[in-house]
């Protein structure tokens, strides 16, 4: 397990609230983007792909705050972009850490040794390093040479100044299961990582490589070779066991949890999910009440949603499971 006991506490027992109060949809990740700009341009990115005026749009720290209160997500994933970039980011983060939530800022790390005094070490706090291969599959999935070493060189200071550090992985069509793994490998022997996210990638419309993305049968065969051995190799995988094994094609009848991870963009609350951008309302309660949640998700037979395993959509599903079964928790936790 690649989450410190305080998280894996804190978020047990936020769900076992919602579970006592009946609440059936609740969020359990707030994906927060301050802003869209970023100083890559990544071949699997649908980020990125707006025009000026709207890629220099900022959320100012207050509406990041707001938006963590109105949501109640114990875990705030701060995205975007680059969120290193914003002016604020700084007072974003310690606005969040003063509001105890679990936050994980998702950065290429090009500008991050640069920015470290910003910061303080917490254990609400850590860096989540976008890696997506070994320096020469990472160049390519960037399209820029050298960020590998950047990124690396900026972790291990990092590390050295006291901060979590974890990394992101995305999984394309086409990657070495090998090489996967000796990247996992190399994260938790060289760099001593704190946790590895591990995903593969959605199909976002407006990425400019369409053909990187997996098809559902691909994902199951692939991460089957990536994750074979992992708990005897001691990994550290900040995802819940039944994730993985739902990667692993063991749980085909998993769907999408999409207001699991609800997103807090430029534009407002985004439609219905952090992958797909239907329209945009001004508040969470709005978003919540007013999306038709019964058109998303593998069984809705929406196109859009037929090849997604995303993490966003899915550990949410996993993480209810888990929570179900007392009995298939218990033996998943003996198991791993």
């Known amino acids: 397990m690649g989450v410190n006991f305080k998280q894996a506490a804190s978020v047990a027992g936020y769900v076992l609230k919602q579970r006592i109060l009946r609440r059936e949809k609740y969020p359990l990740v707030l994906m927060l983007e301050p802003l869209l700009r970023c100083n890559l341009s990544c071949a699997g990115c649908g980020k990125i792909q707006y025009p000026d005026h709207i890629l220099d749009k900022r959320l100012s720290a207050e509406e990041c705050w707001e938006a963590a209160e109105e949501c109640g997500a114990p875990v705030v994933s701060i995205a975007g972009g680059e969120p290193l970039i914003h002016p604020e980011i700084d007072r974003i983060v310690e606005g969040l850490v003063k509001r105890k939530r679990f936050i994980y800022l998702c950065t290429n790390a090009l500008l ?3 920015k470290l005094h ?8 850590s860096f989540s390093v976008h890696l997506d291969g070994l320096e020469e599959r990472h160049d390519e999935m960037v399209c820029q040479k050298g960020v590998f070493e950047k990124a690396i060189k900026a972790m291990k200071a990092a590390k050295a100044a006291g901060f979590q550090v974890t990394t992101n992985t995305t999984i394309f069509r086409g990657e070495d299961p090998e090489g996967v793994r000796k ?11 704190d946790g ?45 066991p039944f994730f993985l094994e739902f990667l692993e094609g063991k749980h085909p009848e998993y769907d999408c949890t999409p207001w ?5 963009t430029v ?70």
């Open 183 to 193: 990247l996992i490998d190399f994260a938790h022997k060289e760099l001593n990582i």
């Open 118 to 125: 910003l910061f303080k070490p917490s254990k609400y706090f």
């Open 267 to 336: 534009f407002g609350w985004q439609k219905p999910c952090y992958l797909l951008g239907e329209g945009y309302v001004k508040t969470f309660k709005e978003l919540m009440e007013t999306t038709d949640w019964a058109q998303y998700g593998h069984k809705s037979g929406n196109p859009k949603c037929q090849n997604c395993m995303v993490s966003c959509g899915f550990e949410a599903t996993a993480v209810h499971d888990h929570f179900s079964r007392p009995g298939k928790s218990l033996a998943a936790t003996i198991a791993g």
């Open 260 to 264: 699991g991870n609800p997103t807090r």
């Open 196 to 240: 590895m996210m591990i995903s593969p990638g959605y199909a976002y419309e407006k990425a400019p490589q369409q053909e990187l993305f997996l098809q559902r049968e691909e994902t199951y065969t692939l991460f089957q070779e990536i994750l074979a051995d992992h708990k005897s190799k001691g990994w550290k995988i900040n995802a819940s």
């Open 112 to 114: 991050l040794e640069s």
